[in-house]
């Protein structure tokens, strides 16, 4: 928590200069609030990249 904005602006900065952003967190947010929270947070900002963004998961 305490570097999440610094954390924020490394990723915005790297979406940027990048062609293909990949997420792919696994499952490590079931039965989290705290980290699914977190997941959504992330999601919303990276939205303006959301034309070259793929996610992966499991099914």
């Known amino acids: 928590e305490l570097v999440e904005d ?3 602006i490394y990723i915005e900065k790297s979406c940027l200069k990048s062609d ?3 997420v792919a ?3 490590i ?3 989290s609030k705290k980290i699914t929270g977190r997941q959504e ?3 919303e900002k990276l939205k303006p990249f959301r034309n070259k963004m ?6």
């Open 41 to 43: 947070e992330l999601l």
């Open 6 to 8: 610094e954390n924020d």
């Open 20 to 22: 293909i952003v990949i």
């Open 54 to 59: 793929y996610v992966i998961c499991d099914l």
């Open 29 to 31: 947010g079931e039965g």
């Open 25 to 27: 967190w696994g499952s």
